[in-house]
């Protein structure tokens, strides 16, 4: 079961980045998948997720990024993207893909350190003014 992530790069102030995260083992469809960010010196945090249920999907969002980020799924490429724009320097980060069976995900992520989590090894986001 692994993640990898690629698309990071440097984008100026108000521009979009691209970034996606390729499945190997699992499909997205099994899993609630998402990005988290981590800046330096801060917690990591949830970005954007997507959740199967019930036929349907849903996409959550944290209200840092609602409006301007988007996530998308290519299900048949196993591949999940994150689509941001009017970027922010606040949005610079290293930003990680992450997925977690459905049967683990009550509402909300485990604990981040769990262990229950399968994590990309991340992709780095610079935001220049």
């Known amino acids: 079961v692994q993640l990898v992530e690629s698309g990071g790069g440097v984008a100026h102030v108000g521009g979009s980045l691209n970034l996606s995260c390729t499945a190997s083992?699992?499909?997205?469809?099994?899993?609630?998948a998402g990005w988290f960010r981590q800046a330096p010196g801060l917690e990591r945090e949830g970005v954007a997720h997507?959740?199967?249920?019930?036929?349907?999907?849903?996409?959550r969002y944290s209200n840092s990024v609602n409006d301007r980020f988007h996530v998308s799924t290519n299900d048949a490429q196993s591949t999940m993207y994150l689509h941001m724009t009017r970027l922010k320097p606040e949005d610079a980060g290293v930003y990680y893909c992450a997925a977690v069976e459905h049967s683990l995900y009550n509402g909300e992520w485990p604990d981040l350190s769990s262990g229950l989590i399968t994590w990309g090894k991340g992709t780095l986001v610079t935001v220049s003014s």
């Open positions: 997507r959740i199967h249920g019930d036929g349907h999907r849903f996409l």
């Open positions: 083992g699992f499909t997205f469809g099994t899993h609630v």
